[in-house]
């Protein structure tokens, strides 16, 4: 039987074929048919953005930093949260697929460095396809699709967010437009079968007090001490990490005072 919410965020059948869709039209990209021309055209084109801009948009596609980013929502509304954590095994499982069987060279790899962006660590393989790329349209899509239908356009922000996300990783040197475009595709699929996921959910796993949106407050904390103690991906993003961190750490604060009010209620 559906839940109350499933029918107001209900997913139209056509959408399903747009992850499909999108991979069959981008496949001049990832059989890179233009390449290395497109991708030395875009990464310079990126050159005039601060370097900041582009990995803090990155940061969006790290695990660890997506769970600091949405740690409001455990406060906020729990059942989005769920909704990318539900997309998340398959954006996992899709990317370790991709880079398990793809030896593909990274553009560091092929184009004289001259004349590109390299911003970070200089990376040479397992290219396809960009797990940062599919990551962070597995999340966005994920909660996109988990709002309320009639309603859901006014968020498609979070989908251009994603497409920021893939952009930077042409932007500092770590993938071609053939990756991003693939990391796309996945990560739009992954968002969907999420949502499959988060409709056979029951409403008490949003319940403050209930001991899996604990776990989940377990995993914010973890990510609250990557961020402080760890480069992730770039050290230009050390003080971006702190704000996120700190954001995090409010939201572990509001979400035990919910707890303790609820148990005292009880």
Not at 57 to 76: E, H, K, M, Q
Not at 88 to 95: D, G, Q, Y
């Amino acid at each position: 039987m559906s839940l109350p919410h499933a029918r107001a965020t209900e997913v139209p059948h056509w959408v399903w074929l747009v992850p499909f869709v999108l991979f069959g039209v981008t496949a001049p990209l990832w059989l890179h048919w233009w390449e290395p021309a497109m991708f030395v055209a875009i990464n310079t084109a990126c050159m005039p953005v601060a370097a900041q801009v582009w990995t803090g948009l990155s940061l969006l596609g790290n695990g660890w930093g997506v769970l600091g980013v949405t740690a409001p929502l455990l406060v906020l509304a729990p059942r989005l949260m769920w909704a990318w954590l539900c997309a998340a095994p398959f954006a996992i499982a899709f990317a370790r697929t991709g880079k398990f069987f793809l030896e593909s060279p990274r553009p560091a790899a092929v184009v004289d460095n001259a004349q590109m962006r390299i911003v970070g660590e200089m990376l040479h393989n397992v290219s396809m396809p960009s797990g940062h790329t599919l990551t962070a349209f597995a999340v966005a899509s994920g909660i996109y699709f988990a709002l309320p239908r009639a309603t859901r356009w006014r968020h498609a922000w979070l989908l251009v967010l994603a497409l920021g996300t893939g952009l930077s990783r042409i932007a500092v040197g770590a993938h071609w437009p053939g990756d991003v475009a693939v990391g796309t595709s996945l990560g739009l699929l992954a968002g969907l079968l999420g949502k499959q996921l988060l409709e056979r959910m029951t409403p008490v796993h949003c319940q403050p007090t209930h001991w899996s949106l604990r776990l989940v407050a377990v995993l914010v904390a973890v990510a609250v001490y990557h961020l402080l103690t760890e480069e992730l991906d770039f050290a230009e993003n050390l003080p971006l990490q702190r704000v996120v961190a700190v954001v995090a750490m409010v939201s572990l604060l509001a979400f035990a005072m919910r707890n303790a009010r609820v148990l005292k209620a009880s």
